[in-house]
């Protein structure tokens, strides 16, 4: 099994709501990654959890909050988000962080999100 | 500063034909390079991942080359086919590093 789900496909949501989006994977991977991708435009990584712990957060603010249960689990906390946060949310994940070794990343189909 | 830069933005080509899509970096030091298909709203697939000692890497239709010298690399994409309607990747990871570096992608068009 290479799949990476993600819950839900899309999302609407207010500013002054709080949402979640998730990710699992039952690869045994223990890197799991957070994109943000906007239109017409590569992906932006955010987050990296590596063995259930947080290694790289690329200065997002704090509105993201990630959480890493287990080592399957990956979810994406939301709150009071502006409209430009509006984007596709890619969830990935890799046997290992380490990308300087050629590990398979495998990407989930991630979550439409659009803030209003 | 770590840069990968894709050419040409975009590409319209008939079914059957090929075509090569290309990918300049200046990425140092170099770990390896690879090649994502990615169709509208959806995430990304994996094509080919090269390290700096391979020169050529293929699946199925697919073949990547990588010209480590001159720091290029190309996705040729043999007798196209309509599903290969897709945006297309080239991300390079340092071996300094753990951050990759997306380029902006080519969008290819088949049209029938």
């Known amino acids: 099994d290479t799949e990476v789900t993600q819950t839900p496909k899309h999302l609407v949501m207010g500013m002054t709501n709080k949402k979640s989006l998730k990710c699992e994977q039952h690869?045994?991977?223990?890197?799991m990654y957070w994109y943000k991708q906007k239109a017409k435009k590569p992906p932006e990584l955010m987050f990296v959890?590596?063995?259930?712990?947080?290694?790289i957060n690329e200065s997002v603010p704090s509105r993201f909050s990630p959480e890493c249960p287990n080592s399957s689990l990956l979810n994406l906390h939301l709150h009071a988000l502006q409209p430009e946060d509006s984007a596709l949310y890619l969830c990935?994940?890799?046997?290992?962080?380490?990308?300087?070794?050629?590990?398979?990343?495998?990407f989930g189909p991630g979550t439409r999100l659009t803030v209003t | 500063k770590n840069q990968v830069e894709q050419s040409p933005q975009s590409l319209i080509i008939l079914e059957g034909k090929n075509c090569t899509l290309q990918?300049?970096?200046?990425?140092?030091?170099?770990?390896?390079l690879r090649w994502y298909k990615q169709d509208t709203g959806r995430g990304p697939v994996s094509l080919t991942i090269?390290?700096?000692?391979?020169n050529t890497k293929s699946n199925g239709r697919y073949t990547a080359t990588l010209d480590a010298d001159t720091k290029q690399s190309s996705l040729h994409i043999t007798a196209s086919q309509l599903s290969d309607s897709a945006s297309y990747i080239c991300?390079?990871?340092?071996?300094?590093?753990?951050?990759?570096?997306f380029g902006r992608g080519t969008s290819l068009i088949v049209h029938p």
């Open positions: 991300v390079v990871t340092s071996g300094g590093s753990y951050i990759p570096t």
């Open positions: 990935a994940s890799s046997q290992d962080r380490t990308w300087t070794r050629t590990y398979e990343q495998y």
């Open positions: 090269m390290t700096f000692s391979e």
């Open positions: 690869m045994g991977h223990r890197a």
């Open positions: 990918c300049n970096y200046t990425v140092s030091p170099f770990s390896n």
């Open positions: 959890y590596s063995y259930e712990k947080l290694s």
